[in-house]
C-alpha cells in the first residue's frame, strides 16, 4: 500500500492506495504518528478512495488511529469510501464511530 500525507489549513490527509491490510501496520503507524505529533494539525482525514481491500486489521488501526488522535485532542474523518471498502465499514458500524464523508 502507498500513503501519501498532505497538510493544509490545519488539516491532514492520508490518501491511501493498494491493500489495506495488516502488511501495511508499520507504514500506516508511521505515518498518523508525525501528523499526531504536529500541533498545527486539527483534522486528520484517511482517504480511502484509492483502497481495493480492507481488512479487519484495517479496521483496528483506522481505531487505533482515532484514539491516538483523541487523545491529541484531533478528530478524523474517512472519505471516498466506496464499493467493497464501503459495505465493510457499514457492516462494522463505522458510520457510528467515524464521520464518514
Do not use: P
Not at 59 to 84: D, Q, T
Amino acid at each position: 500500500m502507498q500513503i501519501n500525507v498532505s497538510k493544509h489549513d490545519g488539516a491532514a490527509r492520508m490518501s491511501l492506495n493498494g491493500r489495506f491490510d495488516f502488511n501495511a501496520h508499520r507504514e500506516f503507524r508511521g505515518s498518523y504518528d508525525a501528523i499526531i505529533g504536529d500541533a498545527e494539525v486539527r483534522e486528520v482525514e484517511v482517504d480511502l478512495g484509492g483502497v481495493d481491500y480492507l481488512d479487519s486489521s484495517a479496521l483496528g488501526m483506522l481505531l487505533l488511529l482515532k484514539e491516538r488522535a483523541a487523545a491529541a485532542h484531533k478528530s478524523v474523518a474517512l472519505s471516498n469510501c466506496r464499493g467493497m471498502v464501503a459495505q465493510v465499514l457499514e457492516v462494522a458500524n463505522f458510520n457510528r464511530l467515524f464521520n464518514i464523508k
